[in-house]
């Protein structure tokens, strides 16, 4: 056969598969939020390559907030548009939902993420070196810590600024987690975020070894996680055909139509579906650092930098149960009597795990992960409750949560001795006497995680037990509340250390912040006491975006 014979065959082959491919429609202007981040990531890394590094910090500094408002607008405009609302549907060839629950997480990453850039951007704690102002993380990433190169790039005033770009990344990933409607795109998006975190938590300037130990667990049990989320992705795509979230679903109801004889095959075959399940849900549980999968939170929470810890401890919390609550009210609403029981179990071992091994804690940064892990458990008791209300109280549970988190990180990078950041908690002693203003305002975030009335901690956690009482899970609520008061013990132990012990004369100072840090504790105390005072408003916000499009 002659090579144009071959060629016309090719040809009328595909001019006959033509109207069988579909030219993929985009619908940009709805993941505008996701777009400008991911793009002004990109741009970063070209101010890395082009910019003379004595431009590249405030270059970066400047892109980074203007990018992560300008994506916040957008999820505003969204939003007024309806788009969370009468017009919630599915994008990107139904990769994407633009609904309620997908506009609100957003909005809370943004703003979040706004705050963390300012702790992040923060120079003047550190005594200057060499002439020159520092920052939390390291001068110069490549080098061997305690090395020549390392003091020569100390000396030379270097400074690590593509954590900018490596953040806005890991943001990226997280607006379009909560947000995915099929499997793949799940998978992608959390790649997408924890790589750039995992090169974070190496990066701190002082304690090296320890941030570099951090970051290998966190890489290595990442990695372990991520292996379970893709085997049970695989499963369900064996179980259903598909990896939309709404194909599964029908499967799992039994309401599919057209079902091929391949498909009959495997949809009787209810181990595919549970073990695909639970392996989906191990790989989500691990991001929310619940009970027993919360391991890698203490060593990589307190190993961090601690700017990185307070985004990762706000805004991943965000993305993930973004993520867990999608599956399971989208995916697997069919399948409820199997996985509430089990997440039963789970929430129980969580809320009273994380307060119990708070109390033996003797670092301010471990005692604060394991506090994040109770609160993963007080979270997961509403996303039990299988309800609406359900939905929007962990929706405004997250939001709260996570400027109370960011402020009470940025709190504690003031703290400082010889060696950096005062973590140890001896050293706290006496902080009232010293800096009563600073003192104070850790006071305030400590109760609102103890869920003190009149702090953002008190609605939050409120709202999640109401809504699990209403769902049938009032035995859970009961363990809430006692692990709640134990969870008090802990925090309140720490106010007493601040205000009725002595200070040590070789205890730490309190270092004045720029108006970065000053800024991003104030945020945190503003939302801490309207969301406590006057949270009304939120709360119906968080209902009304309480819907998952289908």
């Known amino acids: 056969m002659s090579a144009t014979v071959v060629h016309s065959l090719w040809t009328t082959a595909a001019a006959d598969g033509i109207d069988k491919i579909p030219a993929p429609t985009i619908e940009y202007a709805q993941l505008a939020p996701t777009l400008i981040v991911a793009g002004a990531a990109v741009l970063g890394i070209l101010i890395e390559a082009f910019v003379p590094r004595k431009g590249r910090y405030y270059a970066q500094v400047f892109l980074s907030v203007v990018a992560l408002a300008a994506a916040f607008a957008a999820v505003v405009a969204l939003a007024a548009g309806g788009y969370g609302t009468t017009k919630k549907h599915l994008a990107a060839m139904g990769a994407i939902a633009v ?37 939390s993380f390291v001068a110069q990433a490549a080098a061997v810590p305690g090395s020549e190169s390392e003091k020569s790039a100390v000396r030379a005033g270097f400074t690590t600024t593509e954590v900018f770009p490596l953040a806005l990344f890991a943001v990226a990933g997280m607006l379009v987690f909560p947000a995915a409607n099929d499997l793949l795109t799940l998978f992608i998006a959390l790649e997408v975020f924890s790589l750039p975190l995992y090169l974070l938590c190496a990066l701190a300037r002082r304690k090296r070894l320890m941030s570099q130990e951090a970051a290998v667990k966190y890489f290595l049990l990442g990695a372990f996680s991520s292996a379970f989320l893709l085997f049970g992705i695989a499963l369900l795509y064996g179980y259903a055909g598909s990896v939309s979230y709404a194909r599964i679903a029908e499967v799992v109801d039994g309401t599919v139509q057209n079902i091929s004889p391949t498909l009959a095959d495997t949809m009787g075959n209810d181990v595919l579906l549970l073990i695909g399940g639970a392996l989906l849900l191990m790989g989500l549980l691990f991001k929310v650092g619940a009970v027993p999968f919360h391991m890698w939170t203490p060593d990589v929470y307190q190993g961090a930098p601690t700017p990185v810890t307070g985004f990762m401890a706000a805004a991943t919390k965000v993305a993930a149960f973004g993520a867990l609550l999608r599956l399971l009210y989208v995916v697997l609403p069919g399948l409820s009597w199997d996985w509430r029981p ?71 990078t003031l703290v400082r001795d010889a060696g950096g950041e005062a973590t140890h908690l001896s050293k706290w002693a006496g ?10 305002v850790f006071a305030v975030f400590l109760l609102a995680f103890a869920g003190i009335p009149l702090t953002s901690g008190f609605s939050g956690k409120f709202a999640v037990f109401k809504a699990a009482a209403d769902g049938g899970a009032g035995a859970l609520v009961v363990v809430g509340v006692i692990a709640s008061a134990i969870a008090a013990f802990f925090y309140i132990r720490v106010i007493v250390l601040m205000f009725f012990s002595e200070p040590r004369p070789e205890g730490p100072t309190v270092a004045v912040p720029s108006a970065l840090t000053s800024v991003a504790i104030g945020v945190g105390v503003v939302v801490t006491l309207v969301l406590g005072v006057a949270p009304q408003y939120f709360l119906d916000l968080a209902s009304q975006a309480g819907g998952f499009v289908r």
Not at 104 to 120: D, E, P, R
Not at 376 to 392: H, R, Y
């Open 431 to 440: 902080l009232g006497r010293r800096s009563p203003l600073v003192a104070a």
């Open 99 to 135: 609904d309620g629950p997908a506009l609100f997480l957003q909005g809370t990453i943004l703003l979040a993420s706004i705050v963390a850039v300012f702790t992040f951007a923060e120079r003047r704690l550190d005594p200057e070196s060499h002439g020159n102002r520092l920052d």
């Open 342 to 412: 089990v997440m039963w179990a789970v929430v129980i071992v969580t809320m009273l795990g994380g307060a119990i091994v708070a109390i033996t804690q003797t670092d301010i940064k471990r005692l604060l992960a394991y506090s994040s892990i109770a609160h993963a458990g007080f979270i997961l008791a509403g996303v039990i409750a299988a309800t609406p209300e359900g939905i929007s109280s962990v929706l405004f549970y997250l939001g709260a949560y996570s400027f109370v988190t960011i402020g009470a990180f940025a709190v504690v």
